[in-house]
């Protein structure tokens, strides 16, 4: 969960103005605003903390901590105001101690215990100011410092206030306040020239001298790419340079190397990316880093901590080492020399192994805990970082697997033994649960030492609880108003010393407002105050406070228990005092909250399988979707991703589209079963295609689409007529052009609707919506995987029309399942369309033989 902290400055300065009119501190609340919007395009800002820091005095500069919402955050920007003096050094420091509030709580940074960098709390702290001088209460000064003295508890075990995963980057606005005529110049935005750009180097991060709007903006695009969780680090060379690789890529003796030369990428102070986990969403590692001192019980306390850590490598090309089921972690390294320098020496199979001075007993430098190697593909360089001192412990563990089976001797016990003793103590948990991991027989004893003296471990403790009592009394001065000056002293008017309580005028007001006289009107000056009216003064109104049950009246009981249950019970869906109609009412400030909301969702669940194909993002766009996908065989459907079943939310819905669903889904079940058994047939779709004129209505062998509608056009009976047969309960389609008059017809229509009760009558501009939507789902349905087509036949059951109609149909979702290289789909449709044909051959004999008989 990234941490985002904003540190406006809030002094005086920021009132000045630029050439467009807006203040400086204007435009830093909209810079705040719009990287909020940049940042909310990434799916990951769900998870995101925002912290609002002001130049007042602390605690009071704290505008929105950890229990504050988004609501919250939003409401102090808009109300910040610019006054005071420019006291970076104590806001900074404020800054940091409230990202620090809960680390020793946590024991995130697990002092005297090694570096664990998949504990972390990724943090970004971004400062907008104008980079004038800083200024206090002592004056002017010319560099930036930090305050010394920290209220929180434990801030003496870490030399600087920030931790390792923590970055500062500073936004100076260099604004003119007069138009430039010169042209803007493109490029990268360079770095600002003021104090608080070497802190921010310290930190990892960098300063951006603004001085056009639109290099605020470019600012804010890449602030949002640096928002990435990691941990920072020191990275020194040891040792000499290694020998240049020749054109060949051997290397090459003859060349000198520069190992006196200062490179730049001999000390580099860079990012290494810890990603989290994909079913968990956490980092999940094994090993730490170790700590630059060897813990010992006799330490009375532990020695205080760099921020970074300092690693240093050598420059040796070793070969890596890893055997199986081992667990290592790999940490890819933020580009910089270093990582450039590595790749150009193109030795992929090559590692420089890495560490951390004093961690050892007895030994200067250290053994190894990791190694430095380039990627297969040379893209990027990753840290390994593997049990400490590995070089001796993977050849034992090998022979334990592979030589000893799992039994070790002696001599091997011996060995082992002698290895343990060159660990930190803090290193034996988690070879045991890796060796455990791995299957080897328990070879470390259950009492675990973690090498600390038991005064270092209760004086941690202690720090403990002072940490959780300074937290709740910092996080309940956040968003108070500092107290206001005291001590000035008010001039009283001429002829002073008579108390307000003798005037007159004062007592008579106030006979008026406890009610005792009326107000006069006539003493009222109505032309100052035109168009109020004057509230007199209802004796019989009494306020409805109910502090006691005795003051509700008797008819208003009832009324007043309902309240008083909903509000125990918890049971109303609105807010205390909120109707429906007010629920639906939003501040303007409010409306773009949506952080809020996105902290009620649920947390999206993992895939079940991490190798299928990640669904578009449709951001903007709900109707966007992935074309590299579409066009797939049907004997690779297993490997492809679900496609989503959902309804679109422009999909069109109607109400005689929604009546033919549901007339049609009282067979989906016997469909899906047939299908599943390997019985679909065509006559599926034929049992209402193969006799469109045809409406069974007899005993209990009702069709599913009996309720679908017919014709109204009953004046014009031609071919396709409904025509109603006496005995029977059915109607039946002939050619009676010949024979039936008009007082005929109406019969008909009659016995036709009274024969058909419920039928919902289409016209010929309904039928083409039904079919034209129709079409629409047809073609959402063959895109879909999988060889469930009982949807498919059932929508074309519901085509509105005649066999013509039916069979283009038909041949329109045979052209869409060839687009997507539906096989089988194609066969059934064929076997439909041949029935179609066939059928139609026999109705227009029919039909030559009923024009014959006329």
């Known amino acids: 969960m990234p941490i985002l902290l904003f540190l406006i400055d809030t002094s005086a300065s920021m009132n000045q103005r630029t050439d467009l009119g807006t203040s400086y501190l204007d435009i830093a609340k909209g ?18 903390r925002y912290m609002l820091v002001t130049y007042d005095e602390p605690p009071y500069c704290i505008k929105a901590g950890w229990k504050e919402n988004h609501a919250t955050f939003m409401s102090e920007l808009k109300n910040l105001q ?12 404020s800054s940091f101690d409230l990202l620090n509030l809960n680390r020793l709580i946590s024991g995130i940074d697990n002092y005297g215990q090694g570096r664990n960098p998949f504990f972390l709390e990724p943090s970004i702290l971004i400062t907008i100011t104008d980079g004038n001088k800083l200024t206090s209460t002592a004056g002017v000064q010319e560099e930036l410092h930090l305050p010394l003295n920290s209220p929180l508890p434990g801030s003496e075990l870490t030399k600087e206030p920030f931790r390792w995963d923590q970055r500062l980057f500073a936004l100076v606005l260099r604004l003119p306040g007069l138009a430039s005529t010169e042209p803007e110049q493109l490029g990268s935005v360079p770095t600002d020239e003021s104090a608080i750009t070497q802190m921010c180097e310290v930190t990892g991060g960098r300063s951006y001298c603004v001085r056009t709007q639109r290099m605020l903006n470019q600012c804010l695009e890449s602030l949002v790419q640096k928002v990435q969780s990691g941990v920072v680090i020191n990275f020194e060379k040891t040792g000499p340079d290694p020998l240049p690789i020749g054109e060949d890529g051997l290397m090459d003796s003859s060349r000198p190397s520069n190992s006196f030369a200062a490179q730049p990428w001999h000390s580099c102070h860079k990012l290494i990316y810890v990603r989290p986990n994909s079913k968990t969403g956490v980092p999940v590692g094994h090993w730490p880093i170790p700590e630059s001192f060897w813990p010992d019980q ?12 300092v690693v240093r490598f050598s420059c040796v090309d070793c070969e890596p080492m890893v055997i199986d089921k081992l667990p290592f972690d790999k ?8 990582t450039q320098y590595i790749l150009e020496r193109k030795s992929p199979h090559t590692c420089w192994q890495v560490f951390v001075t004093s961690s050892g007993k007895y030994n200067e430098l250290g053994y190894p805990f990791g190694y430095l190697k380039a990627s297969t593909t040379l893209t990027c360089v990753n840290l390994f970082v593997m049990p400490y001192n590995y070089p001796v412990l993977l050849p034992l563990l090998d022979d334990l697997f592979k030589v000893h089976k799992l039994k070790p001797n002696l001599k091997w016990r011996q060995a082992f033994d002698s290895y343990l003793k060159t660990l930190p103590p803090y290193y034996l948990l988690p070879l045991k649960k890796a060796l455990r991991m791995m299957g080897a027989p328990n070879l470390i004893s259950d009492n675990l030492d973690c090498g ?23 996080l309940a001065s956040v968003g108070k108003k500092p107290p206001q000056e005291i001590g000035i002293k008010v001039k009283n008017h001429p002829g002073g010393g008579v108390s307000l309580t003798y005037s007159k005028n004062f007592r008579k007001l106030l006979k008026e407002i406890i009610g005792e006289t009326a107000p006069r009107l006539t003493e009222l000056n109505t032309k100052e105050f035109a168009g109020f009216q004057v509230g007199l003064l209802n004796k019989d109104l009494k306020p409805q406070t109910y502090r006691n049950a005795y003051d509700i009246p008797r008819r208003g009981l009832l009324d007043q228990l309902t309240r008083m249950r909903s509000n125990l019970l918890k049971t109303h869906k609105f807010i205390v005092g909120q109707d429906e109609d ?23 669940l993992r895939e079940i399988d991490p190798d299928q194909p990640k669904r578009l993002h449709t951001f903007g766009n709900p109707f966007k979707q992935d074309k590299k996908g579409m066009m797939i065989d049907e004997a690779d459907e297993f490997v492809a991703g679900p496609q989503n079943k959902g309804k679109r939310p422009g999909e069109p819905s109607s109400p005689l589209s929604s009546k033919r669903r549901r007339n049609v889904t009282v067979t989906h079940d016997v469909h899906e079963e047939k299908m599943e058994n390997g019985q679909i047939s065509p006559d599926v779709f034929l049992s209402k295609s193969a006799a469109p004129e045809l409406m069974n209505m007899a005993g209990d062998s009702i069709l599913p689409n009996q309720l679908d509608p017919v014709s109204d056009d009953f004046t014009s009976l031609r071919k396709d007529a409904l025509i109603h047969k006496p005995g029977s309960n059915a109607l039946i389609g002939g050619t009676k052009n010949c024979s039936v008059s008009v007082d005929d017809q109406k019969v008909l229509i009659t016995s036709a609707l009274e024969t058909v009760p419920n039928t919902l009558q289409i016209t010929p501009a309904m039928a083409q919506g039904i079919n034209a939507d129709i079409k629409h789902q047809l073609m959402k349905e063959v895109r879909k995987f999988g060889r469930k087509y009982e949807r498919i036949f059932i929508l074309l059951e519901g085509v509105q029309g005649p066999l013509a109609v039916k069979k283009q149909f038909v041949e329109f979702t045979i052209k869409e399942a060839a687009r997507f290289k539906r096989r089988v789909l194609i066969q059934y449709l064929e076997k439909v369309l041949e029935k179609i044909d066939s059928h139609h051959l026999v109705n227009s004999i029919n039909h030559i033989d009923s024009r014959s008989s006329c």
């Open 31 to 48: 810079a705040v605003e719009l990287f909020l919007k940049l940042r909310a395009r990434d799916p990951a800002s769900r998870g995101d």
């Open 82 to 93: 610019a006054s005071g003096l420019t006291t970076l050094g104590q806001a900074l420091r």
């Open 298 to 309: 006799n330490l009375p306390s532990l020695p205080p901590r760099t921020s970074h850590p």
């Open 331 to 338: 940490y890819e390294l933020e580009p910089s020399p270093l």
């Open 452 to 474: 600390l003296s038991y005064s270092v471990i209760s004086y941690l403790k202690k720090l403990s609880q002072q940490t959780k009592l300074e937290s709740e009394r910092i």
């Open 582 to 604: 007010s629920l639906h009412s939003v501040p303007v400030a409010q409306m773009g909250n949506y952080q809020e909301y996105l902290k009620t969702l649920a947390s999206p």
